[in-house]
């Protein structure tokens, strides 16, 4: 079922990127969206909001962002086709502070020659940050797309220490 139907409540939640969407159903967290980007979504009319629903969620994002978390640990609702779930779960393996390849994760996901596949799932990923699509790069180090925005996923690199080489002579 797209997220957008769903009936879930919602808030906003502070960042150094601007407010972040979140969404969840009271036991799992579903979604959360970029202020920015070509994936940036705003919560439906129909959805509900509750601050305080997500205050564990907010606790554990304002760690990673002061550098104090290194691994969520939220339960989360994927809600994609079997293979984006595979590539999901799979960013979550990607340590912190370390970027792989879309190759890399597509052979991870036992589809060697998917890796456009990989880069697909990775724009569909509804819980960026916490499933680091972020540390997904090209072959050759380059920065590739990320919903959030280039200058967020320079951000997100950067607090953790792996933005490539080249990259951090453009910032």
Known sequence: MHILKRNLFYTYIPSP???????GDGQTLHLISFPTGNKTL??????????????EVAKQLKAYFAGKLKEFDLPLTLDGTDF????????????Y???????????KAGRPKASRAVGAAN????????????????S???LTGFGG???????????????????????
Request: net charge negative.
């Open 17 to 23: 990127l601007g407010d972040l969407l979140v969404a």
């Open 42 to 55: 705003r919560h439906a009319d129909h959805w509900q909001r509750n601050d305080g629903m997500f205050k």
């Open 84 to 95: 984006q779930n595979q590539v999901w779960k799979n960013l979550a393996t990607i340590p």
């Open 97 to 107: 502070g370390e970027t792989a390849t879309y190759g890399e994760m597509a052979k």
């Open 123 to 138: 724009g569909a990923n509804p819980l960026p940050i916490v499933l680091p699509c972020h540390r997904v790069i090209g």
């Open 140 to 142: 050759t180090g380059d």
């Open 149 to 171: 925005g280039m200058d967020a996923k320079k951000f997100l690199l950067g607090l953790e220490g792996a933005l490539p080489a080249e990259q951090e002579t453009l910032l």
